[in-house]
Each structure stands twice: as structure tokens, then as C-alpha cells.
């Protein structure tokens, strides 16, 4: 298992269209991606999930990646969120 923090950078935080870009990167790998909000666990491959966590601009969360796959999945959900998330 492997995790880390990373603050969202998006002005609208993770609204609909970047909550599905940060899937759509969770889904190209096998492990399991989550990652925690305060008290909430979501599962980064569900475009629900992720929304329900209701997470804003400026927010820390905390990506864990858990699987054969795990240090590409979080280096690239790290850059990814790092990035902007397509906005």
C-alpha cells in the first residue's frame, strides 16, 4: 500500500467534470485507488464517490493506491490532481 497527500487545486474543487477525469485515471489501473477527505473514504473509481466526499478548492486529501500497480497509480493520480484535473 501506498499513499499521499495532495491539495486540490481546482476553483470549483472536485465538481462533475473533474471528479470524472480523476476516475477515468483511477480506472486505467488495476489497484485499488481510494482516497480520504476528513472523515469520508472514497473510492476514486466512482464518479459518486467522489463527488460525495464534497471536497473543495484547497482541500488536502490523501490518495492510497493498494495493489500490483500501486507506485504508477499513485504517481500518476498525484500528477494528475497536480495538474488540474483537465481545467
Excluded: W, Y
Amino acid at each position: 500500500m501506498r499513499s499521499q497527500k495532495v491539495v486540490i487545486k481546482n476553483p470549483t474543487g472536485l465538481h462533475l467534470r473533474p471528479a470524472g477525469n480523476l476516475c477515468k485515471e483511477a480506472m486505467q489501473f488495476k489497484s485499488l485507488v481510494t482516497f480520504t477527505f476528513r472523515d469520508v473514504h472514497a473510492n476514486a473509481k466512482s464518479v459518486l464517490s467522489v463527488l460525495s466526499a464534497c471536497v473543495q478548492c484547497g482541500d488536502e486529501i490523501e490518495i492510497v493506491c493498494e495493489g500490483e500497480d500501486e507506485d504508477l497509480a499513485l504517481e500518476s493520480m498525484v500528477k494528475a490532481i497536480e495538474s488540474g484535473l483537465g481545467e
